[in-house]
Every structure is written in C-alpha cells, then in structure tokens.
C-alpha cells in the first residue's frame, strides 16, 4: 500500500477540528493506493471538519445514511461534520483515491455553489487535472510556506470550480431556484446565528412551508435547521473559548445561548469537555483543537 498524507495541525486523535475563523481552511490532505489490499475505515461519530474524496482509480466501497454503494473511478464522495464516515474497498483490485479535510464558515457556501449539497456522491469521470488540485494542496500542506493556507484554500476553491463545471450540463434551473432559496436561510443564521430563529421565519425565507423547508434543508446540510444552528453556535462559542478572553457567561450570551448551564451542558455533548476545560488546553499553549 502506497500511502501519503500532510496536516497543517496534529490530529492524533483523528477527529480534525472546525475553525470558523477562516474562510475555507484545509486541516489535512492527502493519497492512498492500494494494491490487492482490503480496507476499510469507520468513524461512528464522524469527525469535527468537512471530508471530500476523489476516487481517480479502481471500485470504492461507501456507506451514506446507512445505505451501501459501489463507486466507479473519477467519483466523488462527501461526509460533513459529525457524519458516521464508512467507506473502503473489499475487492482485490488496484485504486487510488485523493482526499482532503477542511473547515471554514464558508464551506457551506463553496459546496452549495458547487453542486455538493444534495449529491453527497457523484461521478464526473477519472481526471489528471483534478488530481493534480489534490497534489498541489499536498505541497502547499508540506511545504508550509508563507501563506500556504490561503494558497492551499485556492486550490480547493479553484477544485470546486472543477467540478461545478463538469456538473453544469445535468443542472436543472428549478431546483437552483429552490437551491438558491435554502442558502438564503443559511445565510440569515450565518448572520444572526445570536439571535432567536425560528423554522418559520426561515421558510419565509425559502418561500416554503416549514414541513417542505425542513425536509430540503436537511437534504442540504444533513441537518435539521435547529441542529445545524445549535451546531453553528458552538463552533463559535469554541473560537471565542480560543481565542478571547470573554468570561463563559458572556460567551454563552453572544452566541445566542440564555441560559449558560443549558450552553455547558450542549458544548460538553458536543465536545466531550466542558467549556472550561476546553479552554484550559489553549491556555496551557498545547494547541491544536478537537
């Protein structure tokens, strides 16, 4: 097995991290080939950033919503954050398959204009240019040269331009319109995420019925709107937690939680620490993130 992977942090515990600081921020990218070889990887609870790969060679085993498929070469495939990830092979056939981990507020945006919103795998066929995106994000995460994070987002972003351009010809303008609609909401909770919000006022939004909005929404993120706002407020209370020195109170109040003990208990389930503890790693400067 031929095997290569660069990080711009540690993951030693491979759960990656979700730094909404940035735009779009690549946490690790990498290949793997194998060669008559069996495996298979499961993480039960997902991980904490976005996971993209790009089988260029061979079949590729994958579980989505519990549901078993076989990918032919030149797909691609996407589990969100907190997704159960199951994908491999079982066939004793040569494969080789790109993939990249990644964070940033604007991911949501990126996937929806390029197609990875509903399709959370799709085939648009076998090719060296989209490759060698995969390759140069590789350098930039080896490399580590001044501004290699935002040279390696580029290369992602420019991989999405990619792949909206071979997904144009099956696109079909009504459900844009719908499309278009549903990132209107997101947008809205981007913006007022501290603020109540309520399914209601998000149809609204969509011009949808609630019933309608929610099913498409969750289609979109795969997430209900009040899980993906919850999920949305505590990755910001976790940069705040980072990178101020905000009280908890007062972080708990800014992203949109009133009562602190429910915001405790809601960023331990999440996190696996409560907030202070959380914070305390950053404090004692062992970096990374979880």
Same mark, same amino acid.
């Given at each position: 097995m031929d095997y290569v992977s660069f990080y711009r942090i540690p993951d030693d515990d491979d759960q990656g991290c979700s730094?909404?600081?940035?735009?779009?921020?690549?946490?690790?990218?990498?290949?793997?080939?194998?060669?008559?070889?069996?495996?298979?990887?499961?993480?039960r609870r997902g991980r904490k950033d976005f996971?993209?790969?790009?089988?260029h060679d061979g079949p590729m085993t994958i579980y989505l919503k519990g549901e078993k498929r076989v990918l032919?070469?030149?797909? #691609?495939?996407? &589990?969100?954050?907190? %997704?159960?990830?199951?994908?491999?092979?079982?066939? +004793?056939?040569?494969? $080789?398959?790109?993939?990249?981990? #990644?964070?940033? &507020?604007?991911?949501? %945006?990126?996937?929806?204009?390029?197609?990875?919103? +509903?399709?959370?795998? $799709?085939?648009?066929?076998?090719?060296?240019p989209i490759a060698s995106q995969f390759e140069a994000m590789m350098d930039e995460l080896r490399d580590k040269k001044p501004g290699y994070e935002l040279a390696s987002a580029s290369h992602l972003s420019y991989l999405f331009a990619m792949i909206s351009r071979q997904l144009e010809r099956s696109s079909h303008a009504g459900d844009g319109m719908i499309h278009s609609d549903i990132y209107t909401s997101l947008q809205y909770i981007h913006t007022h995420y501290a603020?109540?919000?309520?399914?209601?006022?998000?149809?609204?939004?969509?011009?949808?019925?609630?019933?309608?909005?929610?099913t498409l929404f969750k289609?979109?993120?795969?997430?209900?709107?009040q899980q993906y706002i919850l999920r949305f407020r505590l990755q910001r209370a976790s940069e705040l937690l980072k990178r101020t020195?905000?009280?908890?109170?007062?972080?708990?109040?800014?992203?949109?939680?009133?009562?602190?003990?429910?915001?405790?208990?809601?960023?331990?389930?999440?996190?696996?620490?409560?907030?202070?503890?959380?914070?305390?790693?950053f404090d004692e400067g062992e970096g990374g993130d979880l």
């Open positions: 730094d909404t600081s940035w735009h779009l921020l690549l946490n690790s990218a990498g290949y793997y080939k194998f060669e008559s070889y069996f495996r298979m990887t499961h993480r996971y993209l790969s790009y089988n032919e070469p030149g797909s #691609f495939f996407l &589990y969100r954050p907190s %997704e159960e990830q199951h994908y491999g092979h079982y066939l +004793e056939q040569e494969f $080789l398959a790109y993939w990249v981990h #990644f964070t940033g &507020y604007g991911a949501e %945006e990126l996937l929806y204009r390029t197609g990875l919103t +509903e399709n959370n795998a $799709l085939r648009i066929g076998a090719s060296d603020e109540d919000i309520y399914v209601k006022q998000l149809a609204d939004l969509a011009h949808l019925s609630a019933d309608r909005f929610t289609r979109m993120t795969a997430a209900t709107p020195s905000l009280n908890i109170q007062q972080i708990a109040s800014v992203t949109g939680f009133e009562d602190q003990l429910y915001f405790s208990r809601m960023f331990k389930k999440a996190y696996l620490q409560t907030p202070s503890e959380y914070r305390s790693r």
